[in-house]
């Protein structure tokens, strides 16, 4: 049991490392001289200089590396020059946004998918079954950035039942912020619920044809206790991990969606940072979400292995 | 949503307990092709999605003659109408005709799509048949592979483009970089299994030697989970090029193209939904037919993943 768990810790130990070390080239990637492009075509060569030297980049390669792997083990992710403050403290204060949409998002793809994928396998065949799945197929098609464009042009400009776009603290207003977040959580979270959907009905049909719910048939049970009580719960483990998955998932897709509603988030600030050249901020973001994406995922697979001894020992 | 991209594709790799079945029914398709092919044509999704698919390679390759208008030509004094019988689907913001900006941004999306498809393709055979058969290989590049994958798929994407600025090559590329990974431990896995198989020891047996091995008996079993993983590959990127557009961070705003389209409708939504209703509707059939051609090819070349439900 503990020998797997370090097993898997220390696996997140070379992945990290890349994940660094392609955050760090991706300043290399910039055309030309990344400090002229950071800095615009006022800047004098003197400042160039004085920004190169400041970030490291006249040092070879190999020492910048180094650097910044020390940097990053350290909690330093830079500095900004555009809002004049630590990358790190900067993406402190967009997460919350972030973290409250993923949330909601995946209440919304758990609730949704979850049920229909039991109520598709519970009724294979029927007309329940197929239009599900159709839903679920048109789910995993739709853009979720174009999804989110119709709802606000349906249930804010035309019907006026919910804000198109913005976005205030549950601390701060709980009513307001629930209105802010019912538009993007939906659209968000309905992508991902034509995922949970999927697999829910496929774990559920291979949890049907197990013995055990032969068994459970035969001794007469209903079809409503052989489902939701011999079959359900071995087919929620599998459920428990795609959840899982569908949440690092989630962060990714928080980041489009931020932009639509104009969520103050972590994809704002990205995406600013783009627009403003300020590239110690877009490696911070990217890193910090790739390590809570890697993080998330260690989760589970110890989450699970906790719930299906199956794996530990396999 | 953006990250549709990164679930299915990780789904069919992961399914390791049914490699075997995509493995029996690939040397057989590598053998018999013309029974593949009727076997394809019967499957209903491939036929649909296929037909579809058409359509927008039509377009996409008769665009000048489809199209009523130039597509980049601004009319202001046209502005924001509605569709009609001289602009079918409308006019945008700057007076572009909405039917000739879709009709030709299915250009971009095709050209984009097709070929992170091969890129990764070429790139992810490249990669899974140098790590499965060289252990030492192996360790670094599923390593380097799995470091990729930590990344959310649609968040690399934007990081890659914000270093190397709009353009439709840096596009491709950056979407290769971000699906690679994906398609190599798939054709690792692969190739994996079939090393193990009786046909593959015997054709070693008889002294062949390991480039010949690999490409007479190993990467022909390759050719059906790579044209199932390729389908969705190619609908991801279709849907990545549009979310890279509509941020700003993708084909440089002139560039007609579906994503670009939706993100200068969303500005004048109150006044002019079709702006981007329209193109998000190409963009919603495109991905569809996609995953229909990928369903069906699943279940076609790969009859023990029919069964499973997915």
Same mark, same amino acid.
């Given at each position: 049991m503990s020998a797997y768990f370090v097993r898997r810790l220390f696996a997140v130990i070379p992945v990290m490392a890349v994940v660094v070390t392609v955050v760090f080239l991706l300043i290399h990637l910039i055309p030309g001289d990344p400090v002229s492009v950071m800095l615009g075509p006022d800047a004098s060569p003197a400042q160039v200089d004085a920004t190169r030297r400041a970030l490291g980049l006249d040092r070879p390669l190999h020492e910048q590396l180094l650097r910044f792997y020390a940097r990053v083990i350290r909690g330093d992710l830079g500095q900004s020059y555009f809002l004049d403050r630590p990358v790190l403290t900067a993406i402190v204060e967009r997460a919350e946004p972030t973290l409250v949409l993923t949330f909601s998002a995946l209440l919304v793809a758990v609730l949704?998918?979850?049920?229909?994928?039991?109520?598709?396998?519970?009724?294979r065949g029927s007309p329940w079954d197929r239009v599900l799945m159709l839903g679920?197929?048109?789910?995993?098609?739709?853009p979720g950035f174009w999804l989110s464009l119709n709802f606000i042009y349906l249930f804010a400009v035309r019907l006026g039942w919910l804000p198109a776009a913005g976005y205030t603290s549950i601390l701060v207003d709980p009513v307001a912020a629930g209105r802010y977040m019912v538009l993007p959580a939906l659209s968000l979270g309905f992508n991902q619920s034509a995922l949970i959907a999927r697999i829910a009905r496929s774990c559920m049909l291979e949890a049907l044809h197990q013995d055990y719910v032969r068994t459970a048939r035969a001794k007469g049970l209903s079809q409503r206790a052989v489902v939701y009580g011999h079959a359900f719960r071995n087919a929620l483990v599998p459920v428990v991990t795609v959840i899982g998955i569908t949440m690092a998932i989630l962060i990714g897709g928080a980041v489009v969606t931020e932009i639509v509603f104009n969520i103050p988030g972590l994809g704002r600030l990205i995406i600013s940072a783009i627009l403003r050249r300020d590239y110690p901020v877009v490696q911070g973001v990217v890193l910090v979400?790739?390590?809570?994406?890697?993080m998330i995922n260690l989760t589970i697979d110890l989450l699970y292995a906790f719930i299906d001894p199956r794996i530990r020992y396999g | 949503m953006a990250d549709a991209a990164v679930r299915e594709v990780a789904a069919p790799a992961a399914e390791s307990g049914a490699l075997a079945g995509a493995i029996e029914s690939a040397g057989y398709a590598g053998r018999v092709p013309a029974?593949?092919?009727?076997?394809?044509?019967?499957?209903?999704?491939v036929v649909a999605g296929g037909l579809a698919l058409l359509v927008f390679v039509a377009a996409a390759i008769f665009a000048n003659t489809i199209s009523t208008h130039e597509p980049t030509r601004l009319e202001p004094a046209r502005r924001l109408q509605a569709p009609s019988a001289t602009h079918y689907l409308g006019t945008d913001e700057f007076g572009r005709d909405v039917w000739s900006l879709v009709v030709h941004g299915s250009r971009v999306s095709l050209v984009v799509g097709l070929a992170t498809m091969l890129v990764t393709s070429l790139a992810g055979v490249t990669i899974g048949v140098a790590a499965g058969y060289y252990r030492r290989l192996d360790l670094v590049l599923m390593r380097v592979m799995d470091g990729l994958m930590a990344f959310p798929a649609i968040l690399l994407a934007i990081a890659l483009m914000a270093a190397r600025g709009p353009g439709v090559w840096n596009v491709i590329m950056a979407l290769s970089v971000v699906y690679t990974p994906r398609t190599a431990m798939l054709m690792r896995s692969t190739v994996l299994s079939?090393?193990?198989?009786?046909?593959?020891? @015997?054709?070693?047996? &008889? #002294?062949?030697?390991?480039?010949g091995i690999a490409v007479r008996h190993i990467l022909p079993s390759c050719v059906a989970p790579l044209l199932v993983q390729g389908s969705f590959i190619f609908a991801y990127?279709?849907? @990545?090029?549009?979310? &890279? #557009?509509?941020?700003g961070v993708g084909v440089p705003p002139y560039v007609p193209s579906w994503g670009n389209v939706i993100a200068s409708g969303k500005n004048v939504m109150r006044e002019a939904f079709?702006?981007?209703?329209?193109?998000?509707?190409a963009l919603t059939i495109a991905g569809l037919s996609l995953n229909l051609v990928g369903d069906g090819l699943r279940d076609t070349l790969d009859p023990r993943l029919a069964h499973s439900g997915r």
């Open positions: 949704i998918g979850v049920p229909s994928g039991i109520v598709a396998a519970a009724h679920a197929l048109l789910g995993v098609c739709i979400t790739a390590a809570a994406y890697v | 029974q593949t092919a009727r076997r394809l044509l019967r499957n209903r999704s079939v090393r193990e198989l009786d046909f593959v020891e @015997a054709a070693r047996a &008889l #002294g062949r030697r390991d480039v990127a279709i849907l @990545a090029e549009a979310i &890279l #557009g509509f941020l079709w702006v981007s209703l329209f193109p998000g509707l």
